[in-house]
């Protein structure tokens, strides 16, 4: 027992400490939570008795009450961004609910109901526990269509937060929807939080039916391929492709000289700048690009018409390059011409919704319920055009998060008066020109600055040698990243810029070369008819093919004198079939160059020792035979003779 006693002791100290260390249902509710908006119906629709409903859902940290107020319906777009000022330009509410305490629902996330009237309507109203929520418009039900302001008003013992919002009014018959193309650019700064991407990535994958439109910088991707850490990003983007749904464009970074390209002999860089992103993308993902290129900055009707020569008819432009800019009329939505570039047919972002969309100051319900609303808007501008009207709506991935991706998709799908659509339709050139929109549009010319002689002999060289290595590589993703630290030389600016960012491709290609060498070290050779050791390191980490010139007069190779080799180890030991060999000891030089033979890798001069058998060797080895010969002769004889006179 006494023994006893001391272990029931040291169990029930155990069970002590486990329940302190618990943190228990308190500590869970002491647990810090933001006074936020984690979702709004941003569409109510009225039934038949002129009465309607949308939901907010609230988190709190602890008692609250929400005052939810409409305002009148918007008439200006301007009207929007007055929301996120200090001053809203939006009069006075004219329905509010009064405080309503957050007690419909336990726990620290409330479901509120809220009910609004048409004029001449009845019903019973929502409620949050014993107290009604409802708002009475001064509309009869088929006068009510719109967007309308909508203020929360948040209050606990912290003190009181304004969330304000949109709340679109559904009625009557949609002649249109508005089609809402979702872009989101893949740069390089979706790998400055690689995680954030990752978490895009795996959002709008969760979203296979609805459409989405990704602009790949070829920067990107080649950081995918060339960054060992790179294999969860590049798993999350080929997870975005697995939808039909999901279409890629390219999208070159924004200052490429594409006019200084072809103004100097370089046409076919200017092709290369948009395809490099779709080779890059079918070894990544198996999936290629579609026809459209997204011209991102200020770009000149010079550059539009060299990406159109190009092949690439179908551009979009910011809409800021753009004089004017198409969002601040109300004649923006269908494609166009670009003047200086008739080849060319356009569309523009609208930066108004672009600067919305990736507002991380909002939070998520809100912003998911201000863009879905400003598209509405958008509508309502011009809600009996017969054409289709297209809202290219920009954004970089990994600045968005999971939670504001779910609400804006579910926003979005749900909204009568928009539909998510991919790009490429948008193009057709029955658009242009459609519901009374400009049939050309004028863009804002930057200043285009002359390429120096030195540009161009430096970008010649660049190309020639880039080529020629690029070929020897094996793995087409490796290429593709080595091509785009070269393309993305080739940028705006004065020629010192530009030859600096050349020199700087050129001394990076260089030190790829000198990844490879031949070992230097003195060889034997057996003789005639045997192989001769050569080893070759390379401290590249990808596989390439190179062609190992032999260049000797003293030695035959029965294959030939130029023997192809893959080094896809850090050591390579390859042996040479030889047919003759002429003398004891000879130089050879090693020359490796790249399967085109126009760049070479390395060289080097090989002592080669042979060790085969001289005709001298054959005479003194027979020569010493026959003295054995005639010493065992002359011995056998000797005897011979001695047994005769015994």
């Given at each position: 027992m006494r023994q006893r006693i001391p272990t029931w002791w040291r169990v029930l100290g155990v069970v002590f400490l486990a329940l302190v260390a618990w943190p228990g249902p308190l500590a869970s509710a002491a647990s810090p939570v933001a006074l936020a908006v984690v979702h709004q119906d941003e569409n109510l629709s009225f039934t038949h008795h002129g009465v309607g409903?949308?939901?907010?859902?609230?988190?709190?940290?602890?008692?609250?009450?929400?005052?939810?107020?409409?305002?009148?319906?918007?008439?200006?777009r301007s009207q929007i961004d007055s929301l996120l000022t200090t001053q809203p330009a939006v009069g006075s509410p004219t329905t509010t609910t009064g405080p309503v305490n957050l007690t419909?629902?336990?726990?620290?996330?409330?479901?509120?109901?809220?009910?609004?009237?048409?004029?001449?309507?009845?019903?019973?109203?929502?409620?949050?526990?014993?107290?009604?929520?409802?708002?009475?418009?001064?509309?009869?039900?088929?006068?009510?269509?719109?967007?309308?302001?909508?203020?929360?008003?948040?209050?606990?013992?912290?003190?009181?937060?304004?969330?304000?919002?949109?709340?679109?009014?559904?009625?009557?018959?949609i002649v249109q929807p508005l089609r809402a193309d979702l872009v989101g650019i893949v740069n390089p700064s979706s790998w400055t939080t690689p995680a954030l991407a990752v978490a895009d990535f795996s959002s709008f994958a969760a979203h296979p039916s609805s459409p989405l439109t990704l602009a790949l910088d070829y920067r990107a991707l080649a950081a995918a391929v060339s960054v060992p850490r790179g294999s969860g990003w590049r798993s999350a983007l080929s997870a975005v492709f697995q939808s039909p749904l999901h279409r890629a464009i390219a999208a070159p970074p924004p200052n490429i000289d594409y006019a200084g390209l072809s103004r100097n002999g370089f046409s076919g860089q200017v092709s290369q700048q948009i395809n490099l992103a779709g080779q890059l993308l079918q070894d990544?993902?198996?999936?290629?690009?579609?026809?459209?290129?997204?011209?991102?900055?200020?770009?000149?009707?010079?550059?539009?018409?060299?990406?159109?020569?190009?092949?690439?008819?179908?551009?979009?432009?910011?809409?800021?390059?753009?004089?004017?800019?198409?969002?601040?009329?109300?004649?923006?939505?269908?494609?166009?011409?670009?003047?200086?570039?008739?080849?060319?047919?356009?569309?523009?972002?609208?930066?108004?919704?672009?600067?919305?969309?990736?507002?991380?100051?909002?939070?998520?319900?809100?912003?998911?319920?201000?863009?879905?609303?400003?598209l509405n808007f958008l509508?309502?501008?011009?809600?009996?055009?017969?054409?289709?009207?297209?809202?290219?709506?920009?954004?970089?991935?990994?600045?968005?998060?999971?939670?504001?991706?779910?609400?804006?998709?579910?926003?979005?799908?749900?909204?009568?008066?928009?539909?998510?659509?991919s790009l490429t339709p948008s193009f057709s050139s029955s658009l242009v020109g459609s519901n009374g929109a400009p049939a050309q549009?004028?863009?804002?010319?930057?200043?285009?600055?002359?390429?120096?002689?030195?540009?161009?002999?430096?970008?010649?060289?660049?190309?020639?040698?880039?080529?020629?290595?690029?070929?020897?590589?094996?793995?087409?993703?490796?290429?593709?990243?080595?091509a785009a630290s070269v393309?993305?030389?080739?940028?705006?600016?004065?020629?010192?810029?530009?030859?600096?960012?050349?020199?700087?491709?050129l001394a990076a290609l260089n030190g790829q070369l000198l990844g490879v060498r031949v070992d230097n070290s003195t060889v034997t050779l057996a003789g005639s008819g045997t192989s001769l050791p050569i080893t070759i390191f390379s401290s590249l980490h990808y596989p390439?093919?190179?062609?190992?010139?032999?260049?000797?007069?003293?030695?035959?190779?029965?294959?030939?004198?130029?023997?192809?080799?893959?080094?896809?180890?850090?050591?390579?030991?390859?042996?040479?079939?030889?047919?003759?060999?002429?003398?004891?000891s000879l130089i050879l030089r090693v020359v490796l160059t790249t399967p085109d033979n126009r760049l070479e890798l390395t060289r080097t001069a090989l002592?080669?020792?042979?060790?085969?058998?001289?005709?001298?060797?054959?005479?003194?080895?027979?020569?010493?035979?026959?003295?054995?010969?005639?010493?065992?002769?002359?011995?056998?004889?000797?005897?011979?003779e001695g047994r005769h006179l015994r």
């Open positions: 409903t949308f939901r907010l859902v609230i988190s709190h940290p602890g008692p609250t009450t929400v005052t939810v107020s409409l305002y009148s319906p918007l008439v200006y419909c629902t336990p726990g620290l996330q409330t479901t509120v109901t809220v009910s609004v009237f048409s004029l001449g309507s009845h019903g019973t109203p929502a409620h949050c526990g014993v107290q009604s929520v409802a708002l009475h418009l001064a509309c009869i039900e088929t006068q009510c269509a719109g967007v309308y302001p909508l203020q929360l008003r948040l209050s606990d013992a912290g003190g009181t937060t304004t969330v304000w919002s949109l709340l679109t009014l559904t009625n009557g018959t990544l993902a198996g999936r290629s690009t579609d026809s459209p290129v997204f011209l991102q900055g200020g770009v000149s009707p010079e550059a539009v018409a060299a990406v159109a020569a190009s092949g690439s008819h179908d551009v979009v432009l910011d809409d800021a390059a753009l004089s004017p800019a198409p969002s601040t009329t109300l004649t923006w939505g269908s494609p166009f011409e670009v003047s200086g570039a008739p080849a060319a047919t356009a569309l523009a972002t609208d930066g108004g919704v672009a600067h919305l969309i990736t507002d991380a100051s909002l939070q998520a319900g809100q912003r998911a319920a201000l863009v879905a609303g400003t509508h309502f501008e011009a809600p009996n055009d017969p054409a289709v009207r297209t809202v290219v709506i920009p954004f970089v991935m990994g600045t968005l998060s999971p939670v504001f991706v779910n609400e804006l998709i579910t926003d979005l799908s749900n909204d009568p008066y928009i539909t998510l659509s549009r004028t863009l804002t010319t930057p200043v285009l600055k002359d390429w120096s002689n030195h540009n161009v002999a430096t970008l010649s060289t660049l190309l020639q040698h880039s080529q020629s290595f690029i070929g020897a590589v094996n793995i087409p993703s490796r290429a593709g990243a080595l393309e993305s030389s080739e940028i705006l600016g004065g020629p010192d810029i530009r030859q600096a960012a050349m020199a700087n491709a390439i093919t190179v062609i190992a010139h032999l260049i000797t007069d003293r030695l035959s190779f029965p294959d030939g004198s130029q023997i192809p080799i893959t080094l896809s180890r850090p050591t390579t030991a390859v042996r040479i079939a030889v047919s003759r060999a002429a003398g004891s002592a080669v020792h042979v060790s085969g058998i001289s005709w001298v060797g054959y005479a003194l080895s027979f020569l010493s035979l026959a003295v054995l010969v005639w010493w065992w002769i002359r011995t056998h004889r000797r005897r011979s």
